[in-house]
């Protein structure tokens, strides 16, 4: 974790609009998860639907001060700091959030079909390969491909030798592996 | 169980190798920017399930202290804190590098954290036994005010206390999820197999603290390289130094312990109130931020005095301290070993080894970093880009070989994306652990006590203030949030005078 710097009125528009998508978000599913809980016996229904209510309550509140905020900041802050602010996250959404997370949901593809070991030199390889990506496209070259490859035969083997070979843990098991 | 069989206990080859090994792991994740004590121990965790569980447990508590100590090498060397923890350390040891006095603030740090980490491991020894003993008296109404005293972590966060509000509840919702022990009922299943069995705190921890941190890492360049050109110092001239400020040491080592004992407070606040104070009491020309070595003594005599007492609520009533140590109670329940007062009664043989072992995880952190100064510019060297492939990978196996299951993976891995979108909204994710680990326990004990005030045809309110225990349990509870709510006060107004500096 690293310390986060002040808040910048941009960072204050995107918190803002996340703090509203968020609120309607767990608002939304509290409501949801509260109607599943009716057909339950009311000892198993009491806990969960104490803390549907507590997250509803949130969620109200989160909507209520995002648009408290909204209410404030719209006369001062510039509609282009919140375009902005809008792209940031987006930015960061898509190619820190999204796209790795996808890459781990292959990984865990590959992992029911082919097997842990062939599934972990995959995700080593993609992931190395997109870090360099991100830092740099111009990184992308036959020498990045030729280490990410080496680095990925490394650490899956080393992984073998210490889990599979050395503490006899098992490893989910594919058609190859 | 007598002193000389867990000496017995402690003094094999195995536990030294564990010890060792575990504090220098946790040196090295903790000094890497990104990483930190909590990642180490859950890509370790799968190490431990071959092991006794006492051995196992010690790897672990020798990755929390290791860690503790590490976060101070990036402040000091590169003055990148990878903690917030560790941005009072960087204040002043920055400037001593930058002095060419790299050496010396690194002593600082060790030796500081020597005597910190003594500190609460003693009272993790002395008050642990006495506090499970007392525990052994409490019902399901006294255990039920125990656990909520956890969620005192919703006000001692810094940030938004809704967000700390939602993170909480949303851990106490994960807890509630799989077949309810009590009526059989299943709860939020959706027909699901995986989701039947409940949703377990290690993909919880995985999902959460390895992929949603290193989600966030991807991309990031490499540190700034380390300018090592050092003055000579002996390490003898730094601890004689810190042994004249012994004051200052037991201060910061007992406000260290103090806030540690607090379930789920954490170990920014007790290190931003040490430093302040020593920032206000110190006796020494040099000003602070300008390489004060008082300011780097009371950060780390206060940051790993943290470990020993953090312990203290964890063993002796079930309730995780912190995040770090919520991940060490999901490692014992892997192991069948069930926290709180009855641990000292069914598995004395694990509670004391553990107890008397933590004294060991100091001497090896201090040996490792007295020894290993030169080599920790190393460390800094090792690059994202291959760290956060392998956390991943390690990580993915950890989350499968908890209960060989597939399905664990899955949830680590959506909870990763979620942790990560998490982050980015300013949502802090240590209390959905606390809450995943203090959930059931606050549901059993109020289902509990729901029946015994049903039996006895009384409201249940009436119940659980019943006795006299339990009505001192909730002034406590009271009690604790408020001065919690006060120590935040002072720790926003510390951290706004470093932030200025």
Redesign the interface.
């Known amino acids: 974790m690293m310390l986060t710097v002040a808040p910048l009125p941009t960072n204050a528009c995107a918190q803002m609009l996340s703090n509203l998508i968020l609120g309607v978000i767990v608002l939304l599913s509290s409501i949801f998860f509260y109607l599943q809980t009716t057909d339950l016996p009311d000892r198993s229904a009491l806990f969960p639907q104490y803390i549907l209510w507590g997250l509803a309550i949130v969620g109200v509140l989160l909507i209520f001060q995002a648009l408290l905020e909204g209410r404030k900041k719209a006369a001062k802050e510039e509609l282009e700091a919140r375009r902005e602010a809008r792209v940031q996250f987006n930015d960061i959404l898509i190619f820190q959030v999204m796209v790795p997370g996808g890459l781990m949901l292959v990984a865990y593809g590959l992992l029911l079909s082919v097997g842990f070991y062939p599934a972990s030199a995959f995700l080593v390889f993609t992931i190395y390969s997109y870090h360099a990506f991100r830092i740099d496209a111009e990184n992308l070259n036959r020498a990045l491909w030729v280490r990410a490859v080496i680095f990925a035969f490394v650490i899956t083997l080393f992984m073998y030798l210490v889990f599979t070979l050395l503490l006899g843990l098992p490893a989910p098991s594919g058609a190859l592996f | 169980m007598d002193i000389f069989s867990i000496l017995l206990n402690l003094f094999t080859p195995s536990v030294f190798l564990v010890v060792f090994a575990g504090v220098l792991v946790g040196i090295v994740v903790g000094a890497i920017?990104?990483l930190?004590g909590a990642i180490g121990i859950s890509l370790l965790l799968?190490?431990t399930?071959?092991m006794e569980p006492q051995i196992g447990l010690l790897l672990l508590g020798g990755i929390y202290m290791g860690g503790m100590y590490g976060g101070s090498i990036t402040a000091i060397l590169i003055n990148?804190?990878?903690?917030?923890v560790a941005?009072p350390v960087a204040m002043e040891g920055y400037p001593l590098t930058q002095q060419g006095r790299a050496k010396e603030a690194l002593y600082y740090s060790i030796f500081s954290s020597m005597f910190g980490g003594f500190i609460g491991v003693l009272v993790l020894i002395l008050f642990t036994p006495p506090l499970a003993r007392f525990a052994l008296q409490f019902g399901p109404a006294e255990m039920f005010f125990v656990s909520l005293s956890g969620l005192i972590i919703v006000g001692a966060l810094s940030g938004s206390i809704?967000?700390a509000?939602?993170a909480v509840?949303?851990g106490?919702?994960i807890s509630?999820v799989g077949v309810?022990m009590?009526?059989g009922?299943e709860?939020?299943t959706f027909d699901s197999l995986g989701l039947r069995s409940g949703i377990s705190v290690v993909p919880v921890v995985l999902g959460l603290f390895c992929?949603a941190?290193?989600?966030?890492n991807?991309?990031k360049?490499p540190s700034e390289q380390v300018q090592y050109r050092d003055q000579k110092i002996s390490r003898m001239t730094v601890i004689k130094d810190i042994l004249s400020q012994r004051f200052l040491v037991w201060k910061s080592g007992l406000i260290g312990t103090v806030v540690g004992l607090l379930p789920g407070v954490g170990t920014t606040l007790a290190v931003f109130m040490s430093y302040g104070d020593a920032k206000r009491a110190s006796r020494r020309d040099i000003p602070f931020e300008q390489g004060n070595p008082d300011g780097i003594i009371a950060a780390e005599s206060a940051n790993n005095a943290t470990v020993g007492s953090s312990m203290v609520p964890l063993l002796a009533l079930g309730v995780p301290g912190s995040p770090t140590s919520a991940i060490i109670a999901g490692a014992l329940v892997i192991h069948g070993i069930v926290l709180g007062p009855s641990l000292f009664v069914n598995r004395p043989d694990v509670a004391f080894t553990f107890l008397y072992g933590m004294l060991l995880t100091v001497v090896a952190m201090t040996i490792i970093g007295a020894i290993g100064i030169k080599y920790f510019s190393y460390i800094l060297k090792i690059k994202?880009?291959?760290i956060?492939?392998?956390v991943?990978?390690?990580a993915?196996?950890g989350a499968?070989?908890l209960r060989?299951s597939?399905f664990d993976?899955?949830i680590a891995?959506i909870l990763?994306?979620a942790g990560?979108?998490f982050k980015?909204?300013?949502?802090p994710l240590a209390p959905i652990i606390i809450g995943v680990v203090l959930g059931p326990l606050?549901?059993t004990n109020?289902?509990r006590a729901?029946r015994i005030a049903g039996a006895r045809n009384m409201p249940l309110w009436e119940y659980l203030l019943a006795t006299p225990l339990s009505k001192g349990l909730v002034a406590l509870v009271v009690i604790m949030l408020l001065v919690v709510i006060r120590m935040r006060h002072k720790e926003k107004i510390a951290a706004k005078e470093v932030?200025n500096a």
Do not use: Q
């Open positions: 920017p990104g930190n799968p190490l399930f071959t990148v804190p990878g903690d917030v941005a809704l967000k509000a939602l509840l949303l106490l919702f509630t309810d009590i009526t009922s709860r939020f992929f941190e290193m989600f966030l991807i991309g360049k994202m880009e291959y956060v492939p392998t991943l990978v390690f993915l196996f499968y070989s060989n597939l993976v899955f891995i990763g994306i990560a979108i980015k909204m300013h949502v606050i549901e109020l289902a729901m932030k």
